[in-house]
């Protein structure tokens, strides 16, 4: 894991009357995640009820609040004042490393071809490559229980599809630039599709309902 | 019990929204004119988050198999119970065995139905809001259908009442939304901000068919990224009413399906006019107006007195 200090100051702004977005870096890197992630379960642990919800993502995280039981000014004031406590690391909770077996290829792989193509390289380099990577849950977002997983090896960096496609199949895997994914429901996708998962990324009937949060750890096996 | 005959254009159970999971990615799936839903529940003296019917579309058709009150309100509709014609935005008493039928919407596109009585519906993720795409929450995780029937437990009284025709927020196009500054507004050039929103030189857009819950596609003028800028942004979280700006230049209104959002967040639309949104049909004319955060703030103070007359 990097452990490079990011220089980036904690820089607060306000989206919309009811949104506060905590930013802590300008790309996607791991040390900026780990403030993300430690900012984040810190707020949480503080369990104010003058918070709505947190969406951590890469860079970011949003905090929308109750403006019946606070502002934004306030609400400002209290993130500043707890920066150094939410940023020390300690406070996050273990991660889970999942391995998740993955269908390579085949029918239900609708792009696979199409990344052999681009990237030159045979379908076994593009599952070797793929599933040979730790990847860290840098946000869950888009649908319930869908892990934005990076970092993607260069060599099957492909871009989104230029038109996304309006349905694809539950448990199918995606790349698109620098990131993997797997789709928890039947949804619209502008990733290309390599592989399909049986295992079940998100259980409304359970908590904690999602497989994966902020900060989890994935591995793909080829089965 | 009800029973629906027939399910209009599309018929859902919500209510005040899911929230708390963010993080995992669950979105609200609230209903979309909160208003018209708050003002339901004041009418039948319900919970603040008990289920309501969110319907779009004439031909909606429901029996009663068991007395009760219910209230319709959002989207001005032409309605009959048997043969007795309904006030919009009012409460009214239902007989075992009657038939409630919408026959026209006149003005907006959502409207509501509630009762006086505990809906029988499981709260998943601790609501009763449907997550259509997911299929989870309301009935079945699903939209209903004609055939579909609900118990309806607890039934009680309430007191009859109408909100006055003056007091029915405007519905129909061309709607004028508010909107404050998003994080990326300075990713297009100036002359893009103006025509979007500025007094002197904004355009109209067009609701386009394209639209759904998730999101309001528009057309119209093209709005232009700065050079140099990236068209996409590394996702984060949105918020209900953020507008994003994808590489073809044209604004989506997110409603209350997605919490992370990939495209340039130009602005969000003000809270008091998140409302408008559920009425935006196919075909209406919008057209946006850039305000200040403390007018925006004032709006909404408006908008919770306007609601706190009914209580």
Partial sequence: MTTSTNPFKMTISRFGEDGIRVLF????????????????????SLDL???IDYTP??????????????????????????????????NTPESTLQEIPVHYGGPEALDMKNVCEQTGLSERDVIAIHSDIIYTVYTVGFTPGFPYLGTLDQRIQVPRLETPRTKIAAGSVGIAQGQTGV??????????????????????????YSLLRIGDKVKFISI | MIEILNKGMMTCVVDSGRYGYAAIGVPPSAALDKFA?????????????????????AGFSIKFHQDMICAITGARVRASLDERSLSPWASFAAEAGSILTVHEVTEGFRYYLGFTGKLSLPRVIGCYATNLECSFGGYQGRSLKGGDQIEINDIYSVPLGIVPDKEIPEMKSPHFLRITDGPEHSFFTEKSQKTFADRESRTEYTVSVNSNRTGIRLTGDQLSFCDGVKESIISEGILPGTIQIPGDGLPIIM????????????????????????????EDQVIFGRIEM??????????????????
């Fill in chain 1, 57 to 90: 993502s890469f860079r970011s995280c949003l905090i929308h609040f109750n403006t019946e039981r606070t502002n934004f000014a306030r609400l400002s004031s209290l993130i500043e004042e707890k920066e150094e406590e939410a940023l020390r690391p300690g």
């Fill in chain 2, 37 to 57: 839903y708050n003002v339901l529940n004041c009418l039948l003296n319900q919970d603040e988050n008990a289920p309501a019917l969110e319907i779009i579309g």
């Fill in chain 2, 294 to 311: 403390d007018e925006a703030e004032r709006l909404w103070e408006e908008r919770r007195a306007r609601l706190k007359s009914f209580l």
């Fill in chain 2, 255 to 282: 409603l209350y399906e997605r919490t992370i959002g990939g495209y340039a967040r130009i602005a969000r639309v003000v809270r008091a006019d998140l409302d408008r949104l559920a009425h935006l049909i196919p």
């Fill in chain 1, 183 to 208: 789709y928890p429901f039947p949804s619209p996708a502008g990733w290309r599709i390599i592989g399909h998962t049986d295992v079940r990324f998100f259980n409304y009937e359970k908590e904690p």
């Fill in chain 1, 49 to 51: 009820p003058e918070v």
């Fill in chain 1, 25 to 44: 870096g300008n790309d996607i890197d791991l040390s900026v995640h780990e403030k993300v992630r430690n900012f984040y379960f810190y707020m949480k």
